[in-house]
């Protein structure tokens, strides 16, 4: 039972190691759920990674201490059909080990259909 329990732990970690970390466009959807961007013309919040239908990185400048991204983005409206086109600016800072997002602007955002 222990042997089983042991092959069964060391594939699992095989497993993971295998599938890697995550991209960076996958880390830059998850980190941007929760956040908004935008002020009172022209906003969004992003509400789900689902909403996020496409991700590019456009630009990319890094510090010690920063990050800055500016991102082309297809957005899908989960309250209706609507598609949107949008580019934002998105500043992540250091926060000891990790980065987290100090600030998204909004550059553009137009409908699509």
């Known amino acids: 039972m222990k042997r089983m329990y042991l092959w069964l732990k060391f594939l699992l970690l095989c497993a993971s190691a295998v599938a890697g970390p995550a ?3 996958d ?3 998850a980190d ?3 956040q908004r961007m935008g002020g009172r013309e022209k ?5 789900s990674v ?3 239908q ?3 990185v456009q630009q990319k400048n890094e510090t010690a201490d920063s990050r800055v991204y500016v991102l082309d983005l297809q957005l ?3 309250n209706s059909s609507g598609k949107y086109a949008a580019q934002a600016r998105v500043e992540y800072v250091r926060t000891g080990a990790a980065w ?5 602007g909004l550059l553009s955002l137009k409908k699509l259909e």
């Open 23 to 25: 991209s960076e466009a």
């Open 27 to 29: 880390q830059i959807k």
């Open 32 to 34: 941007l759920v929760g």
């Open 43 to 47: 906003c969004w919040e992003f509400r």
């Open 50 to 52: 689902a909403q996020i």
């Open 54 to 56: 496409t991700l590019a």
């Open 76 to 78: 899908k409206d989960a």
């Open 100 to 104: 987290k997002i100090k600030q998204v």
